[in-house]
């Protein structure tokens, strides 16, 4: 039996495939991550096209299809131009997008995930302070890892479980926590400053939507975005390709 259901969605990666096919992957809030086909007829395609963008937010009427679901309706709720104005922003939510695709599993709704991404592109549409907007991303991975349980931890020692002192510790990002300086020594492990442990801490263990205006050094935000976007390629297994096109016009 086939049947059309309409949902709201952010649209996270899109694709010719063969003659003018398109795969376009969105992440809903009713039903997680869905990959779809758009026919490729050319008026069809012409009409969705604008709203089927990356980042657009997306009201989508779906026809059930014996593999993939088609969609047969399209309409951008959002846009989000400012982001798209500013490369930078967009640089960096193309890497946000890239990991959520390869690390949501398909149809498996993540409500909270999508409350958050959604609030995230709202933010980012305003006028936000480069310093601010790296906070923003870094905060919306470390939640989104905690939702999905790869929490990292900073607290106590990954080998030794003894609290963190300051000076000399390191981050395990196979083992997803910090490591002290009496156990890291001798293992290839990344050091990190206590400021990023002291900030990171405060990202992860404040779970609310809204992050509130804070005070950071931006060495120590950059150094917790790298340590984030470093262990996000761990949990995926694979290099984010955005993380060139971020360093390009970083
Ligand atoms: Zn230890």
Do not use: W
Not at 21 to 47: N, P, Q
Not at 117 to 135: A, P
Request: charged fraction near 30%; proline fraction near 3%.
């Amino acid at each position: 039996m086939n049947r059309s259901y309409k949902t709201k969605a952010i649209i996270i990666k899109q694709y010719e495939v063969g003659e003018a096919d398109r795969i376009v992957v969105v992440f809903s809030r009713e039903f997680g991550r869905l990959v779809l086909k758009a026919r490729g007829v050319r008026k069809i395609l012409a009409k969705l096209k604008g709203h089927l963008e990356l980042l657009a937010y997306t009201q989508l009427e779906i026809h059930q299809g014996r593999s993939l679901d088609t969609i047969i309706g399209a309409e951008a709720q959002s846009l989000f131009k400012k982001i798209r104005q500013n490369l930078r922003s967009t640089s960096r939510l193309y890497l946000v997008l890239e990991f959520l695709n390869k690390i949501l599993p398909e149809g498996e709704p993540h409500p909270e995930i999508f409350d958050r991404l959604l609030y995230l592109l709202e933010n980012l549409d305003k006028k936000e302070s480069r310093e601010r907007r790296i906070v923003v991303i870094t905060y919306f991975c470390l939640q989104v890892l905690r939702e999905l349980g790869y929490y990292p931890h900073f607290r106590e020692c990954l080998k030794c479980q003894k609290d963190i002192e300051s000076g000399g510790n390191f981050f395990d990002f196979l083992g997803a926590g910090i490591v002290c300086r009496d156990c890291g020594g001798e293992e290839a492990l990344m050091p990190v400053s206590d400021q990023a442990v002291i900030f990171l801490r405060f990202l992860i263990e404040n779970n609310n939507i809204f992050l509130p205006e804070i005070k950071v050094l931006p060495k120590v935000s950059v150094e917790a975005y790298s340590l984030v976007e470093r262990y996000l390629e761990t949990t995926i297994d694979s290099e984010l390709k955005s993380k060139k096109f971020v360093k390009l016009v970083d």
